[in-house]
């Protein structure tokens, strides 16, 4: 097999390629330039660079066909993205951009052997069950650290009154996750703070339409993402 | 717990209406979310034919009804308000096992159509049950109001299920909606099956991969409900049927299944599904259902934005409550009077009529016995059902959850949370209302915990003790604060032992508070009456009877034997026979009568026990004159006053209060006289409140618990407060 070594810089116009062929079933010079944010010429330029190295068939204005080469080394590429993009939003607890960023940069400089062995680290992490402790400290402790996004996320009960968030993350070692999870306290729910009983630890928060309260306590292990003023939601 | 447990999949719930199985009578449960309306289509459909029970074992109501529809019999159970089939509280318990070990032959979803997306997610678990269903979308009049848009057809073809639109307020569409059970009840149940939910490619192939191996294992419970049902559950993790043995092997593949959805989704395994059901509810709801203006529960937040705000909710709630409380006691008390005076005149009447000669001991049993004993059961009726009408109405309109969410930072330091408050404050004004109104508290431990300490909150039956020992031991300046600081003690035993109870014996950190404050809404009349009148009956029929046995064997304590004396009965009559009485012979006789009625009770097995207990009562300086009084105290708080009275002689026509006082000034220290009344506040409480623990708590273990608790408590505090107070010379001596 052996992957044909290739600037990083080539490695994304594979990738984009075969993203575009798979999406749209071919792949043209302007679309390639418009998602990698470049001019056509130098679309062009690599794409003449690639195809001497036998990774692709280009012929100006007809669609750009990967060979088998290229096919695989896009599908190399593309593999490692995705592993590290779920590393990135599971385990560092990474909004869905950065992620997506941080993936770009980094699936070109890994050798195979330490993807390979990264890949189970990531799998073992998240699935196997003596690693459920780990997760979720993780789920709590992450979104804290270097959380300097004044727009990123924050415990529920630090939410304002009157101020709308996206749920991003539960922590599983809240008390009775279940019983939240079936009134709607999962990621991706709007939920809006109603506002603090009079004294004691109660809040009220709207979610799904209907004002349910819940302690202060516990309201904490539920991870927000505010919402922008001018934000809707689901219902 | 374990028990219970052991019935779960095997046993069918214990069912007194399945009696009259002759003729064809279908079965059709009520299922929604709280709050959703289901109650008052209940009401319209069974009208005043329902009968309230308990789900053995738990505190959980048990409603069922009947009806004739289109010539059909109909029976209607009304299960338990659930957000989900989860198994995660009592509720959820008993719903599902009545749809799972019944036979139902329909299922009424009712859904609160201004809240489709949080009222859709049980009917999706309904749908995976696989019983014929109907979808009735109620309250669709403030739907439509809010501007929400349904697609009905494209919801009937997702849920498999028909839907039929109502506002249960007005009763609007019941008539469609009668008609739509006729139909599904004739059409059987087999064009409704095959419906699959698709929770996402991945899940679905874990699904379908789970319900193959459910099927090969032939775990019986699958034959009744479909198997894909089952696996579902087993992807969920559901605590219970995880640990059913036989389905080990399958629930260690689910784990493995789920773990790995959950990770691939990335969400937590344990809300993994619930997780993908509102991912399909929200996936179906953007298809067909449409808002068209966001106007929300615009009239309801703005109520809330003063009832429960910080500074302003306690002031409200409080005026409030006062209100509940006026209406329970004061506007109650017409009645009660009413009740009182109507049974006086009946025993008068019928003492008028019964010569005193014949059969004397039958009659006086029937007099005071029987008459007393069915007047003292229905004089609890007025407050009960006032107060039930109030705890309706604030129910019903939304407010009781407010008021615990107002009051539950206080609450939540003695471990209980607010719904706890309002009966702990009826508390003030009868114990037995009291009790009644902690239904209203879902959490059992929660319940059992303010039931146990309730009768530490000084009843209105306490009072005239406090008011005649109090003036007869204390200076004017000193009564009030000696009042205040009875009540004081009691309410701080009350938290003291609630705090107690909910770190030993009702320890709980299991349950997990998370309330629903509902929109305002106004109650029906027709749903407010239903539910005073059930309770009503409630009352009448399971603590009434035991009142009512328990007065007939304290009349019968303080009764007999009856004492014959001769000389005294002799001189009685005499001076009874006597045309012309002087007023010294009217003296005379009045003080006779009232010596022979000491003796009596003194010989009476009252009094015999009395002369016992005061044995074991001396430490705590009761002599037994106050021993037998305490017994006859324990047919009502009040009564202590009148049997005092007796034992001292005083004349019970006009009950003499300054007299017995200076008699008692005579034989207590001011120390006597205050452990009297502390030992009256904390000890047993009256046989009403004794009956009534027994029926709302359904054991007779827990009654007797707190019998005794609540007495050696007393008997302890008295004995701290007699002998330490002896010891340093406090209120030995009048003040």
């Known amino acids: 097999m052996g992957r044909i070594e290739i ?95 941080e993936a770009c940069k980094m699936e070109h400089v890994v050798n195979e052997r330490v993807m390979a062995r990264f890949v189970e680290l990531v799998e073992a992490i998240l699935t196997r069950s003596d690693c459920s402790g780990l997760r979720d400290h993780l789920s709590t402790a992450m979104p804290q650290i270097a959380a300097d996004d004044p727009e990123g996320l924050r415990s529920l009960d630090q939410l304002e009154e009157g101020r709308r968030a996206v749920i991003a993350q539960v922590a599983e070692s809240l008390r009775g996750v279940r019983r939240f999870a079936d009134l709607g306290i999962v990621p991706g729910t709007v939920i809006e703070m109603e506002g603090h009983a009079p004294f004691g630890d109660l809040l009220r928060v709207k979610v799904l339409g209907s004002s349910l309260s819940l302690r202060s306590n516990d309201a904490a292990y539920i991870w927000v993402k505010e919402c922008s003023e001018n934000d809707g939601g689901e219902l | 717990m374990t028990p219970e447990k052991m019935q779960y999949w095997h046993a069918s719930v214990h069912d007194e209406s399945v009696e009259n199985t002759s003729g064809e009578c279908f079965r059709i449960a009520l299922a929604g979310n709280p709050n959703c309306g289901k109650t008052t289509i209940f009401n319209i459909l069974t009208g005043s034919r329902q009968h309230v029970g308990n789900y053995p074992g738990v505190t959980v109501e048990r409603k069922i009804g009947r009806c004739t529809i289109g010539g059909m019999r109909i029976e209607v159970i009304d299960l338990p308000g659930i957000y989900s089939l989860s198994n995660s509280s009592p509720e959820e318990k008993v719903a599902f096992n009545e749809l799972l070990h019944q036979k139902i032959d329909l299922v009424l979803n009712v859904i609160d159509a201004g809240n489709p997306q949080r009222n859709l997610y049980l009917t999706t678990q309904l749908a995976e049950l696989n019983l014929p269903m109907l979808m009735v979308f109620n309250m669709i009049d403030d739907a439509k109001n809010r501007g929400i848009e349904f697609d009905f057809p494209m919801l009937e073809r997702y849920f498999g299920a028909k839907i039929v639109t109502t506002v249960g307020s007005s009763g609007e569409g019941m008539d469609k909606l009668r008609g739509g059970i006729v139909e599904m009840l004739k059409s059987g149940s087999s064009d409704q099956r095959g419906v699959r939910l698709s929770y996402g490619e991945s899940t679905d192939a874990a699904v379908d991969e789970l319900t193959k191996m459910v099927e090969r294992s032939g775990f019986e419970a699958a034959k009744r409900l479909p198997a894909r049902y089952f696996a579902i559950k087993l992807l969920e993790n559901d605590p219970e049927l995880s640990a059913e043995p036989r389905l080990a092997e399958i629930s260690e593949a689910a784990a493995v299944f789920r773990n790995r959805l959950a990770a691939r989704h990335g969400v937590s395994h344990e809300t993994f599904m619930a997780d993908r059901r509102y991912g399909m509810i929200s996936g179906a709801c953007r298809e067909a259902i449409k808002i068209s203006n966001d106007k929300r529960r615009q009239v309801s937040d703005n109520i809330d934005k003063i009832a429960t705000n910080r500074f302003l909710g306690v002031p409200i709630f409080m005026a409030v409550m006062f209100l509940v409380f006026t209406f329970t006691f004061t506007c109650a008390e017409p009645l009660t009077m009413a009740v009182e005076w109507f049974f006086n005149q009946l025993a008068n009447g019928i003492g008028m009529v019964w010569p005193e000669q014949s059969l004397p001991f039958f009659r006086a049993l029937i007099l005071d016995g029987v008459i007393g004993g069915v007047g003292g059961v229905l004089i609890f009726l007025p407050n009960i059902i006032m107060l039930f009408l109030a705890i309706a109405f604030l129910e019903g309109t939304g407010y009781m959850a407010r008021a615990a969410f107002v009051m539950d930072g206080f609450m939540h330091k003695i471990g209980l949370h607010g719904k706890s408050f309002i009966p702990m404050l009826l508390g003030f004004g009868c114990s037995v209302p009291a009790i009644m109104a902690t239904r209203t508290i879902e959490s059992t431990r929660d319940r059992l915990t303010t039931i146990m300490v309730i009768p530490l909150m000084s009843c209105g039956a306490r009072l005239p003790i406090y008011t005649m020992l109090i003036p007869a031991f204390f200076p004017g300046k000193a009564q009030s604060l000696v009042l205040w600081s009875i009540y004081l003690i009691g309410v701080v035993l009350a938290m003291a032992g609630a705090r107690l109870l909910k770190s030993t014996l009702f320890k709980g950190g299991d349950e997990v508070f998370v309330m629903e404050l509902p929109p305002y809404r106004m109650p029906t009349l027709f749903s407010l009456m239903i539910h005073m009148w059930e309770r009503s009956v409630m009352y009448l029929r399971k603590a009434g009877t035991l009142i009512l046995g328990a007065s007939i064997i304290l009349f019968v304590l303080n009764t007999f034997p009856v004492l014959h004396n001769a000389p005294m009965d002799g001189r009685i009559a005499e001076l009874e026979q006597m045309v012309n009485p002087s007023d010294e012979d009217v003296e005379q006789l009045k003080s006779l009568e009232a010596g022979r009625r000491a003796e009596a009770l003194r010989y009476s097995l009252a009094g015999r026990i009395g002369s016992g207990l005061a044995v074991v009562l001396r430490p705590i300086g009761f002599d037994w004159k106050v021993s037998s009084a305490l017994i006859g105290a324990f047919a009502g708080k009040e009564l202590f006053v009148s049997q005092l009275s007796i034992l001292y002689s005083v004349a019970d026509d006009e009950p003499d209060v300054a007299k017995l006082q200076s008699h008692l000034r005579e034989s207590y220290s001011p120390l006597q006289g205050f452990c009297i009344m502390l030992f009256c506040l904390i000890s047993m409480p009256c046989v009403a409140t004794v009956a009534v623990v027994r029926r709302e708590t359904n054991s007779w273990l827990l009654t007797i618990l707190q019998l005794a608790g609540l007495t050696v408590l007393a008997y302890g505090m008295t004995l701290i407060v007699y002998q330490g107070g002896r010891l340093l010379n406090i209120g030995t001596a009048l003040l």
């Not at chain 1, 990083?8 to 302007?30: F, R, T």
């Not at chain 1, 593999?79 to 990135?88: G, S």
């Open chain 1, 7 to 101: 600037s990083s810089n080539m490695e994304d116009y594979l990738e984009v390629i075969s993203e575009l062929v798979e999406l749209k079933g071919h792949a043209h010079v302007k679309d390639i330039a418009d998602k990698l944010k470049v001019t056509m010429p130098s679309v062009t330029s690599a794409l003449q660079a690639l195809s001497t190295r036998n990774l692709l068939i280009y012929q100006s204005h007809s669609p750009v066909v990967l060979t088998r080469d290229g096919e695989e080394t896009a599908q190399e590429i593309r593999r490692r993205h995705k592993e590290l993009r779920r590393f990135f939003r599971e385990i560092l607890k990474l909004d869905e951009d950065e992620a997506d960023k």
